[in-house]
């Protein structure tokens, strides 16, 4: 039962997220909402494991939240769950666009697209954000308002903000830098240790 439901919510995912993987981030709350499969925090965790590493974040955090689980299996599930509807879509697509690509309805029906692909990438961007500079979950668990703003978090948001926008040097490095650093400051400080 539990491959049958991570295929169900996966494909939901794959079938609404339009705008590549960061518009998943909703759907991924969502989930986590509903099923409790995994917390805030630990989506948190998959976001960073998923952007630092290779191919597509969508497909990257569907392999992780099945990994976490249903181990491989469910890991396999989750991402043929997640890819499965842009098949199917492009498969039908590629049979019709053909024949009416010059219609200005269906160009009418991408240029809408655009904002709903840009809603969902900035709320799922705001998110992160949020998830990571607030510690609403600490919060709630210590009833300490000290514990509600993650400091060092902030620091480093604004530490590399700094480097990759304002220092001249560090300005043109290429964005993996800034991935790699965010990392290593990650591991030697035990950000994960919420």
């Not at 518009?23 to 986590?32: Q, V």
């Not at 491989?72 to 890819?83: F, M, N, Y």
């Amino acid at each position: 039962m539990i491959y049958f439901q991570l295929f169900y919510e996966f494909f939901q995912a794959g079938l609404f997220a339009i705008g590549g993987g960061l518009a998943t981030l909703p759907f991924l709350y969502d989930i986590s909402d509903r099923t409790g499969w995994f917390t805030y925090s630990q989506l948190a965790d998959m976001i960073a494991v998923s952007e630092s590493t290779p191919g597509p974040i969508g497909v990257n955090m569907a392999t992780y939240t099945g990994y976490l689980i249903a181990g491989i299996p469910g890991s396999l599930v989750a991402t043929i769950g997640l890819i499965a509807p842009s098949i199917i879509i492009i498969i039908i697509v590629a049979q019709f666009l053909t024949k009416f690509k010059a219609s200005p309805q269906l160009q009418a029906v991408f240029y809408g697209l655009r904002p709903a692909s840009t809603a969902l990438i900035a709320a799922a961007g705001f998110s992160v954000m949020l998830g990571d500079l607030i510690q609403y979950e600490r919060f709630k668990a210590t009833g300490m308002i000290g514990q509600l703003i993650n400091g060092r978090a902030i620091i480093l948001a604004l530490l590399l903000y700094v480097l990759a926008n304002h220092v001249k040097i560090t300005k043109k490095l290429h964005p993996i830098v800034f991935i790699a650093f965010a990392a290593l400051i990650g591991v030697l400080f035990n950000f994960g240790g919420h």
